[in-house]
């Protein structure tokens, strides 16, 4: 199947600084990403779909100076917290759309953020 | 609210037993997918089924969907420690070109 990374899969920051997360479809080309984020024990919470070469569409509630996207290329989008804080700290996961085939979704393993 | 909510929240069965676990959504869609999430890893699509589809098979998975109710559910036949996950609906639709997830369903199986 479809394969989806995430880079890294774990960062520890300090707060004030920014952290930047990369989702990058491996083995197909996705014009759609999409940025969840997920809480202990709870369901993805939509951020944002990320459009190549295009803004991003944030979700209502999602600061987008807060959480700057970029889909720079049909196999990349970055996801970057800025000026992060103690409450940022969540599991950031992404998935890619393909664009061959456009119901489902790829999911790549996650990122846990920590902000200390 | 979430448009998807999958019952019961959390389930504790034996291996070998079946496990039933159902979503319920509210407005009309064009799929629905369900995905098991394995403690702290990313997801794992599982199994799509279509809005013009009443039942889909996959191995040990069966799904249904009853899309007059507005709901879908994800059997599990003859379970195994390994399925031990969370299990989440996800509907979709073609015009909004984004899914929505339900709460998941925390299956234990005891071995």
């Known amino acids: 199947g479809a394969v989806v990374s995430q880079h890294p899969s774990r960062v520890i920051c300090k707060s004030g600084t920014s952290v930047k997360i990369e989702c990058r479809s491996l083995?197909?080309?996705?014009?759609?990403m999409f940025w969840y984020r997920q809480f202990p024990k709870k369901s993805l919470m939509l951020m944002a779909t990320?459009?190549?070469?295009?803004?991003?569409?944030?979700e209502q509630g999602v600061e987008k100076d807060k959480f700057l996207i970029n889909h720079a290329s049909l196999t990349l989008s970055t996801l970057t917290v800025t000026s992060a804080h103690p409450e940022d700290s969540s599991f950031y996961i992404c998935?890619?759309?393909?664009?061959?085939?456009?119901?489902?979704?790829?999911f790549g393993p996650g990122t846990r953020l920590l902000v200390l | 609210s979430q448009q998807g909510e999958e019952d019961p929240q959390a389930l504790s069965i034996q291996e070998g037993e079946n496990a039933t676990m159902n979503c319920s959504y509210k407005?009309?869609?064009?799929?629905l997918q369900w995905y098991r999430q394995n403690s702290g890893r990313g997801l794992v699509h599982l199994i799509l089924?279509?809005?013009?589809?009443r039942e889909k098979h996959s191995g040990r998975l069966r799904v249904t969907l009853d899309t007059s109710k507005k709901s879908s559910s994800l059997l599990i036949t003859a379970s195994r420690a390994a399925d031990t996950a969370s299990y989440f609906c996800?509907?979709?639709?073609?015009?909004?070109?984004?899914?929505?997830f339900g709460d998941g369903t925390t299956l234990t199986v005891k071995p």
């Open positions: 996800a509907t979709g639709n073609t015009n909004a070109g984004k899914s929505t």
């Open positions: 990320s459009n190549e070469g295009s803004k991003a569409t944030y």
């Open positions: 083995d197909f080309q996705a014009t759609t």
């Open positions: 407005t009309s869609i064009n799929n």
């Open positions: 998935s890619a759309r393909e664009d061959t085939v456009q119901e489902t979704q790829y």
């Open positions: 089924i279509r809005s013009n589809e």
